[in-house]
């Protein structure tokens, strides 16, 4: 009989068999920046997680600091929508100001930008609009100056969530031409039209005003269709990889990891956070325990970075 239990005994040698530790760095936290000022708004089905105005920015971004988070993720809410999403890529827009104040007043939190459009046009898609179509290869240059311009203020990464056909190596160009070529591509490269998304969408106010998301990103019953979008975006030169949403797509991440040399992350979602932050309220889970298990599995299954809300909570957890 083999005794397994022998490495189970206590502490101290269950520490020391460890495969998977977590660490504050493998995580980036999500922020969700809104214009005006003196606003601090809670996202009601995300308890926790607020939209911050530029000027109520520091309380967040402190926080952030001091629990040596890997990075942030951001996501601006102008007030101006039209068709175009012009807010996307202009000069003075929401984001770019963001990206600005952070660079400069924390130079040292790596900043990484989520390139789409939807938060910015009013019809709420990820792209150009030709009555119910969604158009690919028009929507291309939007996301290129979108991609430019927030790097052009400060951004460190970007990363595109459109999943349009062919963004990768358009941004690469587009971030080439105008002399970025050491900014890094994190690319949504296997993301599925999922349902988990739904507080997300209250959160960034992007809910599509008609039709859904279905005709640009994945059926969730395809794993091997996964596996190609990852190629192809390698092939398009991104940097890392991502899978998401996390936790119902665990195989899809660990398939990408045996399958590709390539750093990958995966986006522990909305929904997910806040099925998790339900049964917590409800004191029907550990929420403290659950959260770190799920990210321990995200870990396991072969993620190098986890992009989830949980960071700030779980950092805290870790230390303590
Ligand atoms: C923008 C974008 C979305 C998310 C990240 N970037 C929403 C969507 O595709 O509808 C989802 C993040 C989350 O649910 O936490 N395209
Ligand atoms: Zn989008």
């Known amino acids: 009989m083999y005794r397994f239990r022998r490495l189970r005994r206590d502490e101290r040698i269950r520490s020391l068999m460890q495969e998977t530790r977590l660490h504050p760095k493998d995580f980036i936290y999500p922020i969700f920046v809104i214009e005006g000022q003196n606003c601090k708004n809670p996202v009601e089905s995300m308890p926790g997680i607020f939209q911050y105005s530029i000027d109520r920015l520091d309380e ?32 003075d827009g929401v984001t770019q100001r963001a990206v600005r104040y952070i660079k400069q007043n924390y130079p040292q939190i790596y900043i990484v ?37 927030l790097v052009e203020a400060g951004a460190d990464m970007a990363a595109p ?37 739904g507080p997300f969408r209250d959160a960034a106010q992007s809910a599509p005003g008609f039709g859904d998301r279905k005709s ?36 899809v991440l660990k398939e990408a990891a045996m399958t590709f040399d390539m750093p990958l992350a995966v986006y522990n ?9 339900a049964a917590a ?27 989830t809300y949980h960071a700030l909570d779980a950092a805290r957890w870790m230390a303590d």
């Not at 971004?61 to 996307?88: C, N, R, T």
């Not at 009013?122 to 929507?139: A, P």
């Not at 056909?165 to 591509?185: M, S, W």
């Open 113 to 149: 930008v989520d390139v789409c459009l939807c938060e910015y046009t009013s019809h709420g898609h990820c792209g150009m609009v030709c009555g119910e179509e969604i158009l690919n290869d028009e929507t291309l240059p939007y996301l290129v100056k979108m991609a430019v311009s």
């Open 60 to 91: 967040i971004l402190e926080q952030v600091q001091a629990a040596d988070i890997g990075g942030i993720m951001l996501f601006g809410i102008p007030d101006h929508k039209d068709p175009e999403g012009s807010q996307a890529y202009a000069k």
């Open 269 to 277: 979602v909305s929904g997910e956070y806040a099925m998790v932050k």
């Open 216 to 251: 640009y990103q994945m059926d969730c019953a395809n794993g091997q269709e996964a596996l190609r979008e990852i190629r192809a975006d390698i092939e398009e030169g991104a940097d890392i990889v991502m899978v998401k949403p996390a936790l119902a797509y665990l195989d």
């Open 161 to 197: 969530s459109d999943m349009m056909d062919g963004r990768v190596a358009a941004i690469r160009e587009g971030l080439d031409q105008a002399g970025f070529i050491q900014t890094p591509i994190m690319a949504y490269s296997a993301k599925f039209a999922s349902a988990y998304y």
């Open 281 to 307: 309220a409800k004191g029907w889970i550990d929420e403290r325990k659950i959260v770190l298990e799920n990210l321990t599995a995200m870990k396991r299954a072969g993620a190098r970075i986890i992009i």
